[in-house]
Structure formats: C-alpha cells, structure tokens
C-alpha cells in the first residue's frame, strides 16, 4: 500500500524536500510530494505572503496526485498566531477533502504531548518575528526560557547557516535547561544534528521538518519517526 503525503513549501526552500527524503529512507511505499507557494522574505511588513487562498489553490494540485495527507511545511503560523493555521488547515481539509496540518500545529501537538512547557527557541529570524513567536506561545501556556535567533531576512539565506552556527545556537539555548528546543523553521538544517545533540546533552530536540514528517506519517497510518527526535517515535 503506498501512502502519499503532501507538503506546501515555500518557493526559496531549499532544505525542507531533500531533508524530508533523507528522513524517509527506510519507509518504502512512503514518498513525499510537494507544491509551492511564493515566499522570499521573512519579516513582519512581507505577512501578506502567506495568503490562504495562495495555499489553498497549492493544496488543490497536490489533491490531484491524490494524496492522504497535506502539511503546510512552513513555520508562518509561529508569528502569525496558531489559530492563523488552524484555520488554514480546515479550509485546505474543507476545499480538498483531505486531511491537513501544519508544521506550528504539529509541533504544538507534540509539545502538549510531551507536557512541555519551558522552551529553548532557535530560528534563523529577526528579532520582532523571534518576539512575536515567543508572544505566542507564552499566550499558549509554553514559556521561551532561552533563544537564539541569526537576524536574517533573505529565506533563501537560511538555508546557508551551516551545521556548526546552528550547533552553537542550540548549545546557547541548552544552557537554560529547557525541558525542550526546537530548530523553528522548514529552511533551517536543524534535522540532522537531532540525534546526536540529543544524546550529549539530554534535552529532546525537536525539528521543524522532522516535526511535520511525523505527524503526516502518523496521520497517514504509516508510524512514527525514528532518529531524528525522541519525542517523535510516539507522534
């Protein structure tokens, strides 16, 4: 039986499709597809990227590939409020038939899941966005206690902060002993490093891309996700 899980991205990604392939190696007849929408900039003033008819008609062609499941694998619904994306995700289940999540709701899913409420936040965003993500989760009962954010606009250019930038910034939020981190943003190489900075220094970590790929997964029927984060085998 295959199962098909559908992904929208945003056009300067780079990160989110070969990293979701790597981590589906091992899960035959699981494949990932994708459809993209038009997002260069991330600040506060470039919201009006993130158009819910745009996504809408994006989730309408990966609904032709007929697909169980599709994700919008961007982090938007972070700065733009989480009820933003669960209206996003019923008008995408309501226009499609399918059903659909988000990487923010996905990742909230899974901090709920895990009772976590004190935070380490690392993104690659400026600080009114890192703000307004810390606003928004405080309001959601999960408290930021340490972040790092790289202060880049450019959404192509995330995806040039190399392993060791992210590595130090995780290390830096680790130092608060956060019951959680989380590598927020579907550009953002974070996935890779999961598993061995979750070793070292006991504090489960959870990727934006990793995140998403097993609630699809778990939503498709075909399990959880295996070593790229502990509190995903159970998502």
């Keep these: 039986m295959r199962r098909l899980i559908g992904m929208l991205t ?23 597809h994708f459809a993209r929408i038009p997002v260069t900039r991330i600040t506060l ?18 609904a032709d590939a007929r697909v169980g499941v599709i994700a919008w ?10 009820d933003w994306d669960r209206a996003l995700a019923e008008e995408i289940t309501a226009a499609t038939g399918i059903p659909a999540t988000t990487a923010v709701l996905a990742l909230l899913e899974t901090l709920r899941a895990a009772g976590i409420t004190r935070l ?15 606003g928004n989760f405080a309001a959601a009962g999960i408290t930021c ?29 680790a130092a608060a002993r956060p019951e959680a981190i989380v590598t927020l943003c579907t550009n953002l190489a974070g996935g890779p490093l999961v598993a061995r900075l979750e070793q070292e220094l006991d504090i489960p970590i959870l990727d934006s891309v990793a995140v998403t ?19 995903l085998v159970r998502a």
Excluded at 17 to 27: D, H, I, K, N, S
Excluded at 73 to 82: C, E, K, R
Excluded at 215 to 227: C, E, F, I, P
């Design 213 to 231: 790929l097993a609630r699809t997964l778990s939503m498709s029927g075909a399990g959880g996700l295996v070593g790229y984060g502990r509190l």
């Design 120 to 134: 380490g936040l690392v993104t690659p965003y400026v600080a009114d966005v890192q703000a307004r993500i810390v």
């Design 10 to 32: 945003p056009s300067s990604n780079t990160v989110l499709e070969p990293v979701t392939y790597a981590m589906l190696q091992g899960l035959p007849g699981v494949s990932a």
């Design 145 to 173: 206690v340490a972040e790092a954010h790289s202060a880049i606009t450019d959404n192509f250019s995330f995806a040039d902060i190399t392993a060791p930038a992210i590595e130090a910034m995780i290390r830096n939020t």
């Design 45 to 62: 003033a470039d919201d009006a990227q993130f158009d819910r008819p745009v996504l809408r008609a994006a989730a309408g062609l990966l």
């Design 73 to 82: 694998n961007g982090t938007s619904g972070s700065w733009l409020g989480f």
